[in-house]
């Protein structure tokens, strides 16, 4: 059983940055694509970001690409999320998912585990 525990969100005014940063821990970290998800307020949650197992691959949703960064350090078991160019749209619980990811890791249901969710909120 996998655990995934995000931490990072909070307050940032429009135009700046943030890293988001899931620690994962039961399980070996490496045989998993990882992926981050958002969910705002009366909204689906929707796929933001993935990694491959070994970094090779990532792959962005349309509305963060060239603005979304993630990364993994398979070393301390945790994948990130480089915030830039925040928008208000950006608002939402930023949701990490661990999984044995057949496909291209954008659809919620290839993930096994999902961490609580961290808060974000950017301002105008």
């Known amino acids: 059983q996998v655990q995934l525990v995000e931490s990072g969100g909070g307050l940032v005014q429009a135009g700046g940055s943030l890293r988001l940063s899931c620690a994962a821990s039961?399980?070996?970290?490496?045989?998993?694509?990882m992926g981050w998800f958002r969910q705002a307020p009366a909204k689906e949650r929707e796929f933001v970001a993935v990694?491959?197992?070994?970094?090779?691959?990532?792959y962005y949703a349309d509305s963060v690409k060239g603005r979304f960064t993630i990364s993994r350090d398979n070393t301390k078991n945790t994948v990130y999320l480089q915030m830039n160019s925040l928008k208000p749209d950006d608002t939402a619980v930023y949701y990490c998912?661990?999984?044995?990811?057949?496909?291209?890791?954008?659809?919620?249901?290839?993930?096994?585990?999902w961490g609580q969710g961290t808060q974000f909120t950017v301002s105008s």
């Open positions: 990694i491959s197992r070994r970094s090779e691959v990532t």
């Open positions: 039961g399980g070996t970290f490496t045989i998993y694509t």
């Open positions: 998912a661990a999984g044995k990811v057949v496909g291209t890791g954008t659809i919620r249901s290839s993930y096994d585990y």
